[in-house]
Nanobody, 121 residues
Framework: QVQLVESGGALVQPGGSLRLSCAAS????????MRWFRQAPGKQRELVAT???????NYVDSVKGRFTISRDNAKNTVYLQMNSLKPEDTAVYYC???????????????WGQGTQVTVSA
C-alpha cells in the first residue's frame, strides 16, 4: 500500500547540480525520519542524509556543504538537492522513510526503488 517513488536522477557533468525527489503515497498517518542512501558500483549502501520530522538534518562527511535534504510534509515528499557534483557521487540513490500507517502501531521502514545519478564529463 505505501509506496516511495524516486525521481530526478540523470547524467550530469562534474560541478553540476541535480535535485532528487521521493514521494510517498498510500495509507499514511505520519512520516517521521526520511533519509537518502546511495550505492555505488561495487560498494555497500551508504547513508547520505537524514531529516527528522522537526527538520533536523545530518549528512555524511563527503557531501557536507554540497547536498541539502529537505521535506514537504504536505506532499509527503523528501528532496535531495545536490550541488558541485563529483564523479564519486555516481550511484543509485534510494529514499527511505519511517512511516506510520495505523495509530498505536510501530512505524515501518519503507524504501524506494532507486534512481540513477551519473556524474561524468
Amino acid at each position: 500500500q505505501v509506496q516511495l517513488v524516486e525521481s530526478g536522477g540523470a547524467l550530469v557533468q562534474p560541478g553540476g547540480s541535480l535535485r532528487l525527489s521521493c514521494a510517498a503515497s498510500g495509507g499514511i498517518l505520519r512520516i517521521d525520519d526520511m533519509r537518502w542512501f546511495r550505492q555505488a558500483p561495487g560498494k555497500q549502501r551508504e547513508l547520505v542524509a537524514t531529516i527528522t520530522s522537526t527538520d533536523t538534518t545530518n549528512y555524511v562527511d563527503s557531501v557536507k556543504g554540497r547536498f541539502t535534504i529537505s521535506r514537504d510534509n504536505a506532499k509527503n515528499t523528501v528532496y535531495l538537492q545536490m550541488n558541485s557534483l563529483k564523479p564519486e557521487d555516481t550511484a543509485v540513490y534510494y529514499c527511505n522513510a519511517d512511516i506510520t500507517r495505523h495509530r498505536f502501531l510501530p512505524p515501518g521502514d519503507y524504501w524506494g526503488q532507486g534512481t540513477q545519478v551519473t556524474v561524468s564529463a
